[in-house]
Structures are given as C-alpha cells and as structure tokens.
C-alpha cells in the first residue's frame, strides 16, 4: 500500500499567519493516464470531512482560495495563505492512484 | 442541497452482521462512483471500497474484501455496506462518500461483547 506521510502532524498557527502543511508519497501518485489523484480534506471538530482541493491543486467547490496545492510526484504541499479562525480542525491528503486509496495520518491546526 | 445520510450503526457482538445504509438527495447519486470509508476511534482513515456508478464494479481494501461487501440502489439513490463476522478493529465511524466530493455525517458503529 502507499504511505502518504504528513508533516508536520500539529501546527499552531495565528490568525493571518500563511501555513504549510506536507504530504509524502512512498510512490509516485502520477496515473498512467497523467493525472495524479492526491486530495486534500478538511476535517473541522464534531464534523465529516471536506474536500478542499483535487488532483493536487484545484480548489474544490465553495472552498475560500487561501487554500492552496502544489506539488508532483511524491512530495506535496497544502498552503494556507492567510489562517482564519474557521480553519482549525485536522487536515488529510488522499491518494487515489493506487489501490487501494490511502490517507495521511493528519496534521491537527490548532489556533493561537 | 446534497445530503447523504447514514444509518444502521450500534453496538453489535464480534461475529455478528451488520448492513450500513446511506440514503442520497440532492445529486443525480446514479451519476456518481461512491465509496465507504472509516475513520478509527483514534481518527486514523481507512478506505473500505468503491462501487461504480451502475453497481457493476467493486473495489475493496484487500484486508477487508472477505467480510465487506458494498452494493446499492440507484432507484432508492441507496448506497449499502454489509459488513459479516465483525471484530473489535472494526470499531469506528464509517462514512459514505460521492467520489470524495460528498461526505456523510457518519455512523458510529461498536464491536464489543
């Protein structure tokens, strides 16, 4: 199975300070049919997940554009350009080229 | 507004059965692949499998494809998981997703004698 391994795995951060958070692949997540399948959720206190971002840096319906990917390959970043308050929760990368789909182990943003 | 909704979780024996049952509104649910997937008390994720838009392909999570099995309705916009000889790591809260776009509120399902 692919190991997606996140950093850092807490972050405190200030309100309008940016933030970056990394997602590393143990195998290239890039498809034989070009694409590369590595998503980005969003999992606020007492809430389901929320996609933010797919296929490494479009941003997904609805979500603020501070948040941002980037990133190819093997190695991954989820950058929030500006923290506000309602962005506190645990953060997940997703890959989807290999079966079977696996997830990061999380990166908790916490709030100063 | 898109809503999936989960049901059919609880408290349930080791070697029990278990159907999970996620009922869809909101989006053309027979457009969509849709997915399980759970998240441990200590909040890791794990993907349990897919089924494909018409129900004619599965996907599974190699450790989990002998007990679980994913199905659904698309006249009753009905995503099912049947979950067989459940064990106490199958402890968690499972969520129904359409191609990871939409998420459930989840069910807490307890594997405990």
């Known amino acids: 199975d692919v190991v997606l391994t996140q950093t850092p795995s807490i972050l405190s951060a200030t309100i309008g300070q940016s933030v970056s958070i990394s997602c590393r692949s143990s195998?290239?997540?890039?498809?034989?049919?070009?694409?590369?399948?590595l998503y980005w959720f969003l999992q606020r206190p007492g809430q389901s997940p929320q996609r933010l971002i797919y296929?490494?840096?479009n941003l997904g319906s609805g979500v603020p554009n501070r948040f941002s990917g980037s990133g190819s390959g093997t190695d991954f970043t989820l950058k929030i350009s500006g923290v506000e308050a309602e962005d506190l929760g645990v953060y997940y990368c997703?890959?989807?080229?290999?079966?079977?789909?696996?997830f990061g182990s999380g990166t908790k943003l916490e709030i100063k | 507004e898109v809503q999936l909704v989960e049901s059919g979780g609880g408290l349930v024996q080791p070697g029990a059965s278990l159907k999970l049952s996620c009922v869809a509104s909101?989006?053309?649910?027979?457009?969509?692949?849709m997915s399980w997937v759970r998240q441990t008390p200590g909040k890791t994720m794990e993907w349990i499998g897919d089924?494909?838009?018409?129900?004619?392909?599965?996907n599974y999570a190699p450790s989990l494809k002998n007990r679980f099995t994913i199905s659904r309705d698309n006249a009753k916009s009905t995503l099912y998981l049947q979950m067989s000889n459940v064990r106490s790591e199958d402890t968690a809260t499972y969520y129904c997703?359409?191609?990871?776009?939409?998420w459930g509120q989840g069910v807490m399902v307890t594997v405990s004698s």
């Open positions: 909101g989006f053309t649910f027979s457009d969509y692949w």
């Open positions: 997703t359409g191609s990871s776009d939409y």
């Open positions: 296929l490494v840096s």
């Open positions: 089924i494909k838009y018409d129900g004619s392909y599965t």
């Open positions: 195998q290239s997540l890039l498809d034989s049919d070009g694409n590369t399948y």
């Open positions: 997703m890959q989807a080229t290999h079966a079977p789909l696996t």
